[in-house]
């Protein structure tokens, strides 16, 4: 699957004169190279077995570096392919949406590479199991999204992305740390011998260390309060594209990283540490939904939300429990789902007002953009976890976790999370609706100006995957359920 957009990736080294010398024809060839992603990776899904979630499936495996252990190790069970199905899915979206809005500051084959590349290492992510090789992909996702706000974001650009690879680099040395703390206390470099040991063979002090050191490393990716200062700026000054995939996908690599990896290779750390990653949770939730209502920008608000919703997927994750961690990853694919679609409603606002204000912008947007102004209002519904749609079920089964976490986990402290994190959830209903009051309903602006243009064909088709995946997963969250309950058992060593 990662073979197809490396080798669209490196057509793009291809001289202009002799490959594509249109900016069109660009986008178009990577639009269908991400088509062909899309395609394998639903393929992937109609060839693996759903009786048998916990076992990792269509693996490729193969020395690499057979002198220090190393493998190219690659599979997917119930908890990465529903990632992976996401990530080629958002990849597609965005490059069928650059069809008719690319980015301004053209170099538009710098940028579908770049997008290639980032696809590459988020798939890499999502199917390694190689200790290192996981690593290697972790990283390779860092300079494609620096470049892409660097060189197509707004005014604050340099700023912004400065701050991402710094805070990113921070946390990618400390969790290098932690995975080879683990590594060589176990002997191996393969996540799936260490995932079924169950921390055997690591002493507890070891354990209570490398925890610490990938948690901060995956926090930073998460992100989770209060390493989450370089999300805002990196979020508003991204492109469109770099914002859709920036929190409907990169985002998902600090938590996945926490199941994935940290949780099942030290879990005697992980009961050490839990009490204080749900309380940097419950702060994260309720810091996010204050700093929301406090944003007059609407691309600024959208990620601070993100800061709020992710502490819901961390406080599931820190009950240690199978509920807990199975509303982790059903919030990280309602996320995804929902947040892309609002980034690309605020490019789209942008698009046709010239800015994301919401002071600026004034009232009135479902009289004079009734199309968008109605979709704008579903994703918001959706986001503040309205029952029927997909971020109903991660916050609420997030909430269950906590109310009963693990039997070891002091369950007065986590009770309290429970609460705050049900204070959380009131105040971004309250940060939502405040913003559609500001901008879809009441009377437009004086003067009102000529009307904006209609939603585009790539708009909506942009748009439309993304409404009827939030719409599935919420009414039927089984479909999902179903695909991670066997591994997060096999997790906590269950049957």
């Not at 109609?46 to 220090?68: E, H, K, M, V, Y």
């Not at 252990?69 to 529903?82: K, Q």
């Not at 538009?108 to 690593?135: M, Q």
């Amino acid at each position: 699957m990662m073979a197809i957009p490396l080798f669209g990736a490196l057509a793009m080294l291809v001289p202009a004169d002799r490959f594509l010398r249109t900016g069109f024809a660009v986008r178009a060839f990577g639009t269908g190279v991400s088509a062909a992603t899309l395609l394998v990776a639903v393929s992937a899904l109609t060839a693996f077995d759903f009786g048998d979630t916990s076992r990792t499936q269509l693996q490729a495996n193969w020395a690499w570096a057979p002198a220090i252990g190393l493998r190219f190790h690659l599979g997917a069970d119930g908890i990465s392919l529903p990632l992976v199905v996401l990530t080629a899915l958002l990849t597609f979206l965005c490059f069928l949406y650059t069809l008719r809005h690319p980015p301004e500051g053209g170099m538009i084959r710098l940028l579908t590479a770049l997008l290639l590349v980032l696809e590459v290492g988020l798939i890499g992510t999502f199917t390694a199991l190689d200790l290192v090789l996981f690593f290697v992909f972790f990283e390779t996702v860092l300079i494609p999204m620096y470049v892409v706000i660097m060189l197509w974001g707004g005014a604050g650009r340099r700023a912004a992305a400065t701050k991402f690879i710094l805070y990113t680099l921070l946390g990618s040395g400390l969790l290098l740390a932690g995975m080879l703390l683990v590594a060589v206390n176990a002997g191996t470099l393969d996540m799936v011998q260490l995932a079924a040991r169950h921390g055997a063979g690591v002493s507890r002090g070891v354990q209570i260390t490398a925890f610490a050191l990938m948690g901060i490393g995956f926090a930073v990716k998460a992100p989770m309060w209060p390493l989450h200062t370089w999300l805002p700026d990196a979020h508003t000054e991204a492109p469109t594209v770099g914002s859709v995939l920036l929190a409907g996908v990169l985002l998902k690599m600090g938590t996945y990283g926490l199941v994935r990896v940290a949780l099942p290779l030290a879990p005697d750390g992980a009961q050490v540490w839990a009490p204080w990653l749900g309380l940097l949770a419950v702060i994260g939730i309720v810091y996010g939904a204050l700093a929301c209502l406090a944003q007059r920008d609407l691309k600024r608000m959208i990620a601070y939300s993100s800061v709020g919703h992710m502490g819901f997927v961390l406080l599931g994750i820190a009950s240690l429990t199978p509920v807990g961690v199975n509303a982790a990853l059903f919030g990280n694919i309602a996320h995804g789902l929902i947040t892309g679609l609002l980034f690309f409603l605020a490019g789209a606002v942008k698009d046709r007002w010239g800015s994301t204000d919401m002071d600026a912008l004034g009232g009135g947007m479902l009289g004079r953009a009734p199309r968008l102004a109605s979709v704008l209002t579903f994703a918001s519904v959706a986001s503040l976890g309205l029952p029927g749609l997909a971020g109903f079920w991660g916050e609420m089964l997030a909430m269950v976790g906590a109310y009963r976490p693990h039997a070891d986990l002091p369950r007065t402290a986590f009770v309290v999370f429970m609460a705050v994190a049900g204070i959380g959830a009131l105040l971004t209903a309250g940060y939502f609706l405040r913003m559609l009051a500001k901008i879809t309903h009441g009377p437009a602006p004086e003067p009102a100006g000529p009307a904006p243009a209609a939603v585009t064909a790539q708009e909506y088709a942009a748009w439309v995957p993304l409404i009827a995946l939030t719409l599935l997963v919420g009414l039927w969250p089984k479909t999902l359920l179903d695909v991670t309950a066997a591994p997060v058992r096999a997790l906590f060593g269950g049957g």
